[in-house]
């Protein structure tokens, strides 16, 4: 392998996993020209469920290898362009469902999977019932976290759910957990981002819900090999990628369920679900748990949107006694620091500085004069952000490291049009992080590209976090932009008086 500093890829990231051409060993894949109705491509193991090889069905008519009706069905549902939904159908005696859809290149697949239990449609109400009743939007998230991952061990019966929070990185940590008695809790636990690689995320994303029924299972390839590559992001049998096989076999994870938490639109975390041996829960249980996922999703939008709405109540009510101040007292820097509350109480911090005309004025805990104007000339001046934030700020300016105890964690704005500023300060928070296993990339770099394996062992390893503050929530950043604005109009005011006197 050849040295290469300038590493921007991993294997990971180019792993062309929606086009991987097989289908998990449960199930069958069938891939249909939506025009000539003829099979394209069947997954080799067909002959199991359907009792035909591949060879027997491709470049046959679609109603050859499923009944007519259930192909004409198809085919006019797709002419007219409605919804898709999934047919019972059997095959030497045994129960089927057929859950069809249209590719992004295309095609029409059907995934050919066991109905499995047949679930009385009574009780899936109830089920329904209990998803909607028991997910709350409780205080605090964790809690409504804990609730859910109960409920869905209840329900599916899997050795250990994990409900699991990414950050802003793509990091991930385990917020809530059922488990069986037997099992040591991963509660707590950090995993690094290249565990779920970007292709990953994406095509997850899109999916919702992804069943992996036996890790051990042997793939099945799509026959016969054809030019065009089918896209079979959102197939329920879609192959696994052998890196994340490899992973699950490296975690001793017999089966597994993932669901997707969608924030906003953005991928806000997941349901992990592991089983130590190989388990298969049908396709109206998976249906029932991605609605579970999308109740408690809605119930977490709320929840946040109020903690936000919250905090800004607070804000907005210190703001208005900080303008009221202002408004009175005509020294600007003594309006700000001098009385109660102060321009620091605004924003959860430990202390601050007022940078003005020159002049300096520190509240609370800070770092010396000669510092602060160290940060103010090294990292500020040099951002062209109204408001800047980083909750490490030794990223900007290594010397900090020397006060990280007064300020790791520093948000600031930019006051009138020169180089003043308002600057909130927050200490380092000593934490050790406790992974999943060493997160430390060990991969081997070829032509730019580093090449990732999974970690061969999971035994907790924790590192010691230094230099790094809270992080500053949305929350923050809106009450200081918000304060900017204030004490832009009052300065323009004020400006504008002073003209009126001066005539
Ligand atoms: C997929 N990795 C995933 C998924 C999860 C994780 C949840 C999606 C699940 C799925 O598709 O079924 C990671 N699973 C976790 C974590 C926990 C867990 C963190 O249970 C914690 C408890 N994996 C690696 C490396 C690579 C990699 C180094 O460790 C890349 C070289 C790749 N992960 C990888 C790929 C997928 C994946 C390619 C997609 C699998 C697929 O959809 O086929």
Sequence with gaps: SQKNDTVTMTNCDREPIHVIEKAQQHGVIIVVNTHTQKVLQASENCITILGKNTKEIVDQELEKTVSNTIAKDLFDKINKK?????????????KYLLIPHISETNQLIIDIEPLGKNIDPILFQEELTKILKEIKDTDPIEEMCNQAALLIKNLYGYDRV????FDEQWNGEVVAEAREKE???????HYPATDIPEPARKIFFKQGVRMICDVNHHPAALLPNLDEKINLSKSELRGVSPIHIEYLKNMNVGASLTVAIILNGKLWGLIACHHYSTKFINYHQRQSCKFLAQVFSNKLALRTSNNFL???HLSEKIRK???LQLDYISNFDQALSLYKPNFTDIIESTGGAIYNNEKLTLVGKT???????KIIS???SNTEENVFYTQQLTKYYAKASKFAEKASGVLSIRIGNEENYLIWFRPEESTTITWGGNPKKNGSIKDGVEYLHPRKSFEKWTEKISGIAKPWKNYDVEAASNLKESITHILVKKQKDQIKELN
């Design 367 to 373: 770092p010396t004069e000669k510092q602060v104007l």
């Design 321 to 323: 006694e900080l303008i």
């Design 310 to 312: 919250d905090k800004i």
């Design 162 to 165: 994990m409900m699991y929070r």
């Design 183 to 189: 099992l040591e809790s991963w509660l707590g636990l």
């Design 378 to 380: 090294k990292v500020l």
């Design 82 to 94: 409605e919804t898709l939904y999934p047919y019972h159908a059997q095959f030497s005696g045994e």
